[in-house]
Antibody
Framework: QLQLQESGPGLVKPSETLSLTCLVS??????????SNWVRQPPGKGLEWIGT???????YCNPSLKSRVTLSVDTSNNQFSLNLRSVTAADTAVYYC?????????????WGQGILVTVSS | QSVLTQPPSVSGAPGQRVTISCNGS?????????VHWYQHLPETAPKLLIF???IRPSGVPDRFSGSKSGTSASLAITGLQADDEADYFC???????????FGPGTKVTAL
């Protein structure tokens, strides 16, 4: 059974870079036809798709975040990562990683448990 | 503000049927993009409940069903149980935003 687990610092200072990793177990990150995703939920708000990364390293991001986001894949360690630059308090959220089938009509399954990241000095 | 809208909360007595609406527009649900539904309990991983508008993954009880018409979709829960108390949110794709989009979530309460 595929499982995903987010890891990273729970506190990041404003203007710094938020870096998270998602470790995939129970299956290979290179399995086709799947790709890896990041989704976040600010406190009291709805979910927001951050971006998608293929095992090849090709990535697509939410246009609203694209200028600050870098997604990458480490196939040797079966994990993928998110870097979000120049964070502000508005980036405080629970960050989830999730797998999806490669398709525009895709859905996210499974998800990680999520990690709360707070942006504060 | 979410592109997809949902009621903040719905409630019903155990055993009753409740429905959750997910309203979109001509650039997402109305454009024919599939709607998917998730169940989310606090501090747990969201769980896929319905994909492709009305398909239940293996293991999801048939008390949960999905439908879509025009620019809206609905999730129905029949025979409401206490264990169904959770947040439920819908998801689709929006061609104007070039982005996957989510509803804000609906809290279901069994009275």
């Amino acid at each position: 059974q595929l499982q995903l687990q987010e890891s990273g610092p729970g506190l990041v200072k404003p203007s710094e870079t938020l870096s998270l990793t998602c470790l995939v177990s129970g299956g290979s990150i290179t399995s086709t036809p799947y790709y890896s995703n990041w989704v976040r939920q600010p406190p009291g708000k709805g979910l927001e798709w951050i971006g998608t990364v293929y095992s090849s390293g090709t990535s697509y991001c939410n246009p609203s975040l694209k200028s600050r986001v870098t997604l990458s894949v480490d196939t040797s360690n079966n994990q993928f990562s998110l870097n979000l630059r120049s964070v502000t308090a508005a980036d405080t959220a629970v960050y989830y990683c999730a797998r999806a089938i490669v398709a525009t009509n895709t859905w996210f399954d499974p998800w990680g448990q999520g990690i709360l990241v707070t942006v504060s000095s | 503000q979410s592109v997809l809208t949902q009621p903040p909360s719905v409630s019903g007595a155990p055993g009753q049927r409740v429905t959750i609406s997910c309203n979109g527009s001509t650039s997402n649900i109305g454009a024919g993009y599939d709607v998917h539904w998730y169940q989310h309990l606090p501090e747990t991983a969201p769980k896929l409940l319905i994909f492709g508008d009305n398909i239940r993954p293996s293991g999801v009880p048939d008390r949960f069903s999905g439908s879509k018409s025009g620019t809206s979709a609905s999730l129905a829960i029949t025979g409401l149980q206490a264990d169904d108390e959770a947040d439920y949110f819908c998801q689709s794709y929006d061609s104007s935003l070039n982005s996957f989009v989510f509803g804000p979530g609906t809290k279901v309460t069994a009275l």
